[in-house]
């Protein structure tokens, strides 16, 4: 029987075994190739640290409110795990007409080796663009977003806190935008060689650097930087990303936050230094700032485009990278350790 990757409660993964089904009437089945991970937003969930444990979310007034009957930790478990998905159509159901058997296809599907879907749920996989770049879509979405919400402009200097997958590609977007000098913050040596490969002029270690704002000022004649892309979730972190962005400058914080705010302290250069802050760049949050003229569906093909154009890499972005069999023992290894880890990848 196929496998699926669930978490059955908070920081618990298993493997297990799943009936699939014949497609039905506009479904199509598919079979994985590669899947990867979204290690922040998921990682809370799998954590039970995201505010949907105690509130739910009022899209009518964007509001959170308390949530009504039993207070959960996660989703619904058992929760799937996994982000994005590559596959081939092994079957397709009545009324099927936009793909056929053997075409490679990619969606949003989580960590299984079949998805029985509707066609509408994925879409076709340019012939140019491999897995692996088609895995890393969502980190690159959402990158290009937080770069467009920053206005950055040729001969900005840029700060990016964080170099995970959106940091990463943040600091490609940036480069490709005309950005002067792109300084990249942090820890891991892992993430932060790959930044240095991807383009970053400056990488510091906010390990090393405690005061990581005041070095980026130093390293930008104390001017601070024009633009500060925030991807990392920690308030440390948005802290001295206002600290590093200089008088009137935009701060733009990508990541998804969790719990109290106490290293954040917008008593200080944020009450004085008039920065704009540009609340976050979800890719689900629409329309957009600059709608009608941009969309999820633009942003998408502009990144597709960028893969095509050899104008966005991500080598060296999947790791772990491991077989299906070693999919729960490796969820637990990029909760436990990020230091070794930028992005899970599940190959079948």
Excluded at 164 to 178: C, E, F, N, P
Aim: charged share 25%.
């Amino acid at each position: 029987m196929p496998l699926e990757l669930v978490a059955v409660a908070p920081r618990q993964p298993v493997l297990r075994e799943y009936s699939d089904c014949e497609p039905g009437q506009g479904e199509v089945l598919i079979r994985s190739r590669l899947s990867a991970e979204k290690h922040g937003t998921m990682l809370l969930l799998y954590r039970g640290e995201s505010p949907f444990g105690e509130k739910t979310f009022d899209s009518e007034h964007g509001l959170f409110l308390p949530a009504e009957g039993p207070k959960l930790t996660v989703f619904d478990p058992p929760m799937h795990l996994g982000n994005m998905t590559v596959g081939i159509v092994e079957a397709v159901g009545p009324g099927v007409e936009t793909f056929s058997v053997g075409d490679r296809v990619y969606g949003y599907l989580p960590i299984r080796e079949t998805h029985t879907v509707a066609a509408a749920a994925v879409k076709p996989a340019p012939e140019q663009l491999s897995d692996e770049m088609l895995v890393c879509l969502d980190p690159a979405v959402v990158a290009l977003v937080g770069v467009r919400e920053s206005n950055l402009r040729i001969g900005d200097t840029v700060a990016i806190f964080g170099m995970g997958a959106i940091g990463l590609m943040t600091v490609q977007l940036a480069k490709l935008s005309g950005a002067a000098k792109v300084i990249a913050v942090e820890p891991i040596p892992l993430r932060a060689d790959l930044a240095a490969r991807y383009g970053a002029d400056l990488v510091l270690d906010p390990a090393a650097e405690p005061d990581v704002g005041l070095s980026i000022r130093r390293a930008t004649d104390m001017h601070g930087v024009d633009v500060a892309i925030e991807t990392s979730g920690s308030y440390r972190a948005l802290h001295q990303a206002i600290r590093a962005t200089r008088y009137g400058g935009a701060i733009v914080p990508v990541a998804w936050y969790h719990g109290g705010a106490a290293d954040l302290n917008l008593g200080e250069e944020w009450h004085f230094n008039r920065h704009t802050l540009v609340s976050g760049a979800r890719l689900e949050s629409i329309p957009y700032r600059d709608h009608p003229r941009w969309d999820p569906a633009r942003v998408e093909r502009t990144i597709l485009d960028l893969f095509e154009k050899g104008k966005l890499t991500v080598g060296g972005m999947l790791q772990p990278r491991v077989g299906i069999a070693e999919a729960a023992e490796a969820y637990k290894f990029i909760d436990e350790h990020p230091e070794r880890c930028v992005k899970l990848a599940v190959e079948y």
